[in-house]
């Protein structure tokens, strides 16, 4: 017997997948700058001689990677209130956790690729009288970044993607929409097709975009 799909109860209820879909849209975009904003200074901290530094950035690194992101998002939500005087609103669970935990991802790619810089770009810098500051910024970063664009096009899906864990405590965004309608449609094969798609169709200009980017950057190069 073949199945009917039923796509209609979603054409009806679309303004309830388009609040997830901007729900989704703003937790990447604040998980997307503060994963990469921290992952920066933690993997600087990480290459920090001064042990004040490096080894609480270690540590930092560590235990987010070895912990899962959901965990994280529960423990935040659930655990840290008891702890302190305040509550934590689902959106705020879920960035910390997703951010945490992209950030230790993150350190670990920003580290990599500044030690992948040849030591006489930091020594020519320096003997142009540059700051180990004005060094990092204006010699080592734009040519470490560039081997680093593809790793950081893999986090930034990842951190898209992980926008679903959110789902676990009730914030509004795409997955949990969709298990919503899912549940009162009785129609799970459909709207899960349908959020598959449309997580495609949100990443895909993204990948694009980043081998425009590379394709430019090699360009450049030459």
């Known amino acids: ?40 200074a933690v993997g600087l901290a990480r290459r920090s001689p001064r042990a004040w530094l490096y080894w609480p950035a270690t540590a930092f690194v560590e235990f987010f990677r070895n912990t899962p992101v959901l965990v994280q998002i529960l423990w935040f939500y ?13 959106m705020t669970a879920a ?5 945490l935990n992209s950030a230790a991802f993150s350190a670990e790619i920003f580290r990599g690729g500044i030690q992948s810089i040849d030591r006489g770009q930091w020594e020519g810098a320096r003997a142009l009288g540059m700051t180990p500051g004005q060094a990092l910024r204006r010699v080592v970063l734009p040519q470490a970044v560039r081997r680093m664009l593809p790793a950081l096009t893999n986090r930034g899906i990842e951190i898209f993607k992980m926008t679903t ?10 997955l949990q929409q969709g298990k919503l309608l899912a549940s009162l449609n009785f129609n799970p094969i459909e709207t899960y097709t349908v959020i598959a798609v449309v997580f495609f169709l949100c990443l895909l200009p993204l990948v694009q975009a980043s081998y425009a980017l590379e394709r430019r950057l090699r360009r450049s190069d030459a």
Do not use: H
Not at 78 to 90: N, Q, R, T, V
Not at 165 to 174: C, D, F, G, R
């Open 1 to 40: 017997m073949a199945y009917r799909w039923q796509f209609a109860p979603l054409l009806e209820n679309a303004d309830v997948l388009l609040a997830g879909a901007v729900g989704t849209l703003k937790l990447f975009a604040i998980c997307a700058v503060c994963a990469l904003s921290l992952g920066l």
């Open 78 to 90: 659930f655990a840290l209130p008891i702890l302190l005087p305040f509550e934590i609103g689902p």
């Open 95 to 99: 960035a910390l956790g997703i951010s």
């Open 165 to 174: 864990l959110a789902s676990a405590v009730a914030y509004v965004e795409l």
